[in-house]
T-cell receptor, first 114, second 113 residues
């Protein structure tokens, strides 16, 4: 069975500081991995995805994530936080079977202090 | 190109009533997924449909919930005899083919009084 664990339900950083949101996955087959962002009362927007090509994936808004098979991790980073980055971030995994349903982590709320 | 549309955005129902949630996928997308987000939780998969077919309903509650995606028109998630525990945000996502990225709608927030 697949699962996703996001360490830290809340992360607080100062504006301009490094953002690091952690995601570990469990999958018996090579996974596809995703990071989505959710702003209040809105749907989910795709930040980036890993589909077995390059292990370092660059996404929108300056975010990137690195797939580390040995650590079963897919942590999300951004060198310098902006106030507009404050939102909830979800890591998700899917597998290459017939349904491609997404299995989500419980989310990490990012707070950015001025 | 319009994104995934969901309506209504907010829905209030009393216990025992029926709730119908609609999802219009992006143009050219024939795969629809429904997810439920309970307060302070992540999204949970409910059902995956292609046009006129249910492909995977492993996340659907056994009773009161049903989904369809007819040849013409939007996908419908139907909840009969709603209970307070059904209060949640329901998100629809669509993709052009099954292994492609899923694009999410803005969600329908259901409140059961």
């Amino acid at each position: 069975a697949q699962s996703v664990t996001q360490l830290g339900s809340h992360v607080s950083v100062s504006e301009g500081a490094l953002v690091l949101l952690r995601c570990n996955y469990s999958s018996s087959v090579p996974p596809y991995l995703f990071w989505y962002v959710q702003y209040p009362n809105q749907g989910l927007q795709l930040l980036l995805k890993y589909t077995s090509a390059a292990t370092l994936v660059k996404g929108i808004n300056g975010f990137e994530a690195e797939f580390k098979k040995s650590e079963t991790s897919f942590h999300l980073t951004k060198p310098s936080a902006h106030m507009s980055d404050a939102a909830e971030y979800f890591c998700a995994v899917t597998r290459m079977d017939s349904s491609y349903k997404l299995i989500f982590g419980s989310g990490t709320r990012l707070l950015v202090r001025p | 190109n319009a994104g995934v549309m969901q309506n209504p955005r907010h829905l209030v129902r009393r216990r025992g009533q029926e709730a119908r949630l609609r999802c219009s996928p992006m143009k050219g997308h024939s795969h629809v997924y429904w997810y439920r987000q309970l307060p302070e939780e992540g999204l949970k998969f409910m059902v995956y449909l292609q046009k006129e077919n249910i492909i995977d309903e492993s996340g659907m509650p056994k009773e009161r919930f049903s989904a369809e995606f007819p040849k013409e028109g939007p996908s419908i998630l139907r909840i009969q005899q709603v209970v307070r525990g059904d209060s949640a945000a329901y998100f629809c996502a669509s993709s052009p083919v099954s292994q492609e990225t899923q694009y999410f709608g803005p969600g329908t927030r259901l409140l059961v009084l």
